[in-house]
Nanobody, 123 residues
C-alpha cells in the first residue's frame, strides 16, 4: 500500500484548503490524517472508516475540517476551513486495517504512511 499526500501551501488565517491523498494497492479499512507541527509530536486530525463511511475528528478541528472520499476513488481528502496559525504543520495521510474505531486515533495502529505535505497558516 502506498499513499501520496498533496495540496499543502501557504495561506492566511481564515482561508480554506483541501488536501488530497492518493492510495494505491489493496483497500484498507480506514484512512486517516495526522499532523506534526515543529517541535511537537505528531497528532491525530481525522479518520474515516472505508467500510461504513463513519468519520472521526480531533476536538481541535471538529467543525472546521472534513474528511471525505468519493465512490470509486481510492483517495481521501481533508477539507479545511477557517484555518488558524496553530493548524500549521506537516500533514500526513495514513492507512490502517484496524476495525476498532478506538484505534483510529492512535498513530501506532497505522501501518502505512504518506510522505506528508506542509501547510503554513500565517498573516
Amino acid at each position: 500500500v502506498q499513499l501520496q499526500a498533496s495540496g499543502g501551501g501557504l495561506l492566511q488565517p481564515g482561508n480554506s484548503l483541501v488536501l488530497s491523498c492518493a492510495v494505491s494497492g489493496r483497500m484498507m479499512n480506514a484512512l486517516g490524517w495526522f499532523r506534526q507541527a515543529p517541535g511537537k509530536e505528531r497528532e491525530f486530525v481525522a479518520a474515516m472508516s472505508m467500510s461504513g463511511g463513519r468519520t472521526y475528528y480531533a476536538d481541535s478541528v471538529n467543525g472546521r475540517f472534513t474528511i471525505s472520499t468519493y465512490r470509486g476513488e481510492n483517495s481521501v481528502y481533508l477539507q479545511m476551513i477557517g484555518l488558524k496559525p496553530e493548524d500549521s504543520a506537516i500533514y500526513y495521510c495514513a492507512a490502517t486495517n484496524e476495525y476498532n474505531s478506538l484505534y483510529f486515533y492512535d498513530q501506532r495502529y497505522y501501518a502505512y504512511w504518506g510522505q506528508g505535505t506542509l501547510v503554513t497558516v500565517s498573516s
